[in-house]
């Protein structure tokens, strides 16, 4: 199985990558590099297909699988699968792709624009991250941030446009989140969460504000759960409510 996928990417890099092959057709490309905590390199190819062969899900022959097994590695998601190269329809400065990141190392990590191919004008490539709310031109800099092992399938998105991700499509919407209420007692560094919905929520993970996750905190199925926080320098917190239709991204303010 694993000797015919790799037949398969092959191909798919022909086709993709060969500036003769398949001409007629145009394909655009953007090539990132993700590096990660232990210097890997990983290539990502994203392709646009001008008469929309490919669409934002699952084509094949456009799609190619992640067959490997890194410790540390950062791949397209579709439909919560990992995948090296993706194609898609026509290029759309307004589309977003998710990234998912894997770590088993802890450390500093970097996504870099490698190669934009076949655009008459050139694109803006930035680098989303919700926790963080920032976008990273990728075309002048690279994202950097130093990483807490662990899996990111939420929060780092490819996109082309900076300031127009729609939080409601990334997120639980605002209202859902009212129905939580949060409290902190700095004596104890105890954060408290209190609600009849928690039974809807599978996982809390706290964030710093620079995006350093501090905890990742499974829900237990009550109406209250107490968390024990290390010693923070921070004065404010992301938390992050990992629910069945999504996340939402709150920050609090933790006085000390």
Known sequence: MKTTYKYFIILLVLV???PNLYAQNEIQRVRIDFETPIGFVRHLLLGFTPDNAASDGFDYGYDAPNIENHPDDMNWMIDGNRYVIQGVGAFDENKYYPLGMF???SGDIKISLFALENFIIPIN???YDVVTDEYTHINSEDYTNT???GEYLDRFYLTFMEGHMDPSVLSISENNFEDFQLKYTKESRRLTINSQNLNS????ELFSVTGQQILEFQMERNSEEV???PELSDQFLVVALKHSKGVFYKKIAIQF
């Open 201 to 204: 929520i599978d996982k809390i």
């Open 103 to 105: 770590l088993t190392n």
């Open 147 to 149: 990483m807490s092992s």
């Open 125 to 127: 490539v930035y680098v």
């Open 227 to 229: 968390i024990i926080l």
């Open 16 to 18: 993709f990558s060969s």
